[in-house]
């Protein structure tokens, strides 16, 4: 059968129910069933809110609400997200405001650095991760066994060109340490399609392309609005086809074609099922750029600088890195640039869909008693 990728137009006014329909067109119950638990996996690429970077509350509202009004209950579906050297997943969800939805549908956020984690020894031959990790690959010990729902947004990104539903597994099936994997992005994330093959029973992946990612991403970005959502039970034939939207050719994508190939989906565009929308002609026209912090870790990972790797990346020394990247990105580039692209997003409808989220009451209910959580909420 042909990988289904639904892509559908979407405005504020109707935004929530046309997540519904996106999934619907996608044939989501056919894949999530309501028989097992689901992790719902949140996208949290910065923990301060810049449009396009994580996933948003619009998105999280539209496919929670639809999962509540299907066979799922907010004791069945778990929202996660994980902390990154330079991510905090309770920080993150109250500036991208994830909780107040949360709160809304009495659903739980599990940050993952509060569950425990197991070495889990995969069956399929690895391209890279075993060689990384030659301890064992510790994954969250809630997923196994669980099906997944991913939440990405379209963008692009230094590492490995664009990002979405493969990627955001990268965020959940690894530690902190993940950025050790960098040097090898493309091989890694064929990676996780082999082991998320192996440990959820179903996946399944909802797009946000409200407003999109043009540029240095995934942070740096220029947001542009494109009001596009999308859905498959495909990871790879998603990314193929919010690549080809974005205006590249998925299958010159490495880890695409490696996916592709490998037959862990379908990255070629004109053998996945397109339903909605007619995508034939559009082409947002972006291109992928490498932020100063992108630009630099790849010097010192495969170019130039690539003899200092072990010593400045993979010893004690290595603290050095997230710091320089959130006095780059949270003390400069923020202040100075970032601030004024969300100003001009803010003009936008999304932007005043978004004041409308942060304006609500701050959740209580559900997060109060504990120290962090109190931070966040």
Same mark, same amino acid.
Not at 153 to 166: D, R
Not at 299 to 311: A, D, T
Not at 312 to 321: E, G, K, N, R
Not at 370 to 376: L, V
């Given at each position: 059968?042909?990988?289904?990728v639904?892509?559908?137009?979407?405005?504020p006014e109707t935004?929530?129910?046309d997540?519904k329909?996106?999934?619907?067109l996608?044939?989501?119950?056919t894949?999530?069933?309501?028989?097992?638990?689901?992790l719902?996996?949140?996208?949290?690429?910065?923990?301060?809110?810049?449009?396009?970077c994580?996933s948003?509350p619009?998105?999280v $509202?539209?496919?929670?609400k639809t999962?509540?009004?299907?066979?799922y209950?907010?004791?069945?579906?778990?929202?996660?997200?994980?902390?990154?050297?330079v991510?905090?997943p309770?920080?993150?969800?109250?500036?991208?405001?994830?909780?107040?939805?949360?709160?809304?549908?009495?659903?739980k956020?599990?940050p993952?650095?509060e569950? !425990?984690?197991?070495?889990h020894?995969?069956?399929?031959?690895?391209?890279?991760?075993? &060689?990384?990790f030659?301890?064992?690959?510790?994954?969250p010990?809630?997923?196994?066994?669980?099906?997944?729902?991913?939440?990405?947004?379209?963008?692009?990104?230094?590492?490995?060109?664009?990002?979405?539903a493969?990627?955001?597994? =990268?965020?959940?099936?690894?530690?902190?340490v993940? &950025?050790?994997? &960098?040097?090898y992005?493309?091989?890694?994330?064929?990676?996780?399609?082999?082991?998320?093959? $192996?440990?959820h029973?179903n996946?399944?992946?909802?797009?946000d392309?409200?407003?999109?990612?043009?540029?240095a991403g995934p942070?740096?970005m220029i947001?542009?609005?494109?009001?596009?959502?999308?859905?498959?039970s !495909?990871?790879?034939?998603?990314?193929?086809v919010?690549?080809?939207?974005m205006g590249f050719d998925p299958?010159?994508?490495?880890y695409?074609?490696m996916?592709?190939?490998?037959?862990?989906g379908e990255?070629?565009?004109n053998e996945?099922?397109?339903?909605?929308?007619d995508?034939?002609?559009i082409n947002?026209?972006?291109?992928t750029?490498?932020?100063f912090?992108?630009?630099?870790?790849q010097?010192?990972?495969?170019g130039?600088l690539?003899?200092?790797?072990?010593?400045l990346?993979?010893s004690?020394?290595?603290a050095?890195?997230?710091?320089?990247s959130?006095v780059?990105h949270?003390? =400069?580039w923020?202040p100075?640039?970032?601030k004024?692209?969300i100003r001009?997003?803010s003009?936008?409808?999304?932007?005043?869909?978004f !004041?409308?989220y942060?304006?609500?009451q701050?959740?209580?209910?559900? =997060?109060?008693g !504990?120290t962090e959580?109190?931070k966040?909420?």
């Amino acid at each position: 059968m042909a990988s289904v990728v639904s892509v559908i137009k979407t405005r504020p006014e109707t935004v929530i129910e046309d997540y519904k329909r996106v999934m619907e067109l996608a044939g989501w119950t056919t894949h999530l069933a309501g028989a097992r638990e689901l992790l719902l996996k949140l996208n949290l690429s910065w923990t301060k809110y810049f449009p396009a970077c994580s996933s948003q509350p619009w998105q999280v $509202e539209g496919v929670l609400k639809t999962l509540l009004d299907g066979a799922y209950t907010r004791d069945t579906v778990i929202p996660v997200e994980n902390k990154t050297v330079v991510t905090e997943p309770w920080k993150g969800a109250k500036n991208n405001q994830w909780l107040p939805v949360l709160d809304k549908y009495k659903c739980k956020f599990q940050p993952l650095t509060e569950v !425990d984690w197991k070495v889990h020894t995969f069956k399929a031959d690895l391209l890279k991760l075993n &060689h990384i990790f030659p301890e064992g690959i510790l994954i969250p010990a809630i997923y196994e066994g669980r099906d997944i729902l991913h939440l990405p947004t379209v963008k692009t990104h230094g590492h490995s060109v664009t990002t979405g539903a493969i990627k955001n597994s =990268f965020g959940g099936l690894l530690k902190e340490v993940r &950025h050790y994997a &960098h040097k090898y992005i493309h091989e890694v994330l064929v990676d996780l399609m082999l082991m998320q093959k $192996e440990l959820h029973p179903n996946v399944f992946a909802v797009m946000d392309g409200t407003v999109a990612g043009d540029g240095a991403g995934p942070r740096t970005m220029i947001p542009v609005v494109q009001n596009t959502i999308l859905a498959s039970s !495909d990871s790879v034939a998603i990314d193929a086809v919010a690549a080809k939207l974005m205006g590249f050719d998925p299958m010159e994508i490495p880890y695409l074609r490696m996916a592709s190939e490998m037959g862990l989906g379908e990255g070629r565009v004109n053998e996945i099922e397109i339903v909605g929308e007619d995508i034939s002609e559009i082409n947002f026209g972006f291109e992928t750029k490498r932020s100063f912090v992108i630009w630099g870790d790849q010097m010192l990972r495969r170019g130039p600088l690539r003899f200092l790797e072990k010593l400045l990346l993979h010893s004690p020394l290595v603290a050095w890195a997230p710091f320089a990247s959130n006095v780059y990105h949270d003390s =400069f580039w923020y202040p100075t640039i970032g601030k004024k692209r969300i100003r001009a997003f803010s003009k936008t409808e999304w932007g005043k869909l978004f !004041d409308v989220y942060a304006n609500r009451q701050p959740p209580t209910q559900l =997060f109060a008693g !504990d120290t962090e959580r109190a931070k966040a909420t």
